[in-house]
């Protein structure tokens, strides 16, 4: 299991509470533990994730959120290889690589975005 290292490039407030937000969020998946989405994700979060392609699909509300990260990170015999996570205020990129539990693995990035201290935006693409 890798852990990433977190670029921050303004060390303002903001993007030392983004960073630590991040951190907190990659450790849900590196430790399948879902248990903090809760108290990371804001109530108006939105989710646009990978799949079905071509356009994905929409989540939105902490309950549908935490939903979705939930499964994801407690999904058995996967992983998340985390490449690098930077970080710009209130914005932050989150590089990866998820191993399925069949052994083929994809290769992504997440855009995320944190208001008053809470994930409010995440757009996920995937290597197609």
Known sequence: M????????????QS?????????????????????LPG??????????AVPAPDGARHAGR???VRLWSAIASEPGTRFDLE????????????????????NSI???????VADGLIVEAMGYVKG
Do not use: K
């Not at 890798?2 to 407030?13: F, G, Q």
């Open 63 to 65: 309950e549908a959120c």
């Open 40 to 49: 990371l994700v804001a109530e108006d979060c939105v989710i646009e994730n």
């Open 16 to 36: 030392r509470q983004t960073a630590e937000i991040m951190r907190r969020f990659n450790d849900v998946f590196q430790n399948h533990d879902p248990s903090a």
């Open 84 to 103: 690098e996570t930077f970080v710009a205020g209130e914005r932050a990129t989150i590089r990866w690589r998820y191993w399925r539990a069949d052994g």
């Open 2 to 13: 890798e852990r990433d290292s977190i670029m921050v490039v303004h060390p303002d407030n």
């Open 107 to 113: 290769r992504g990035v997440n855009l995320m975005r």
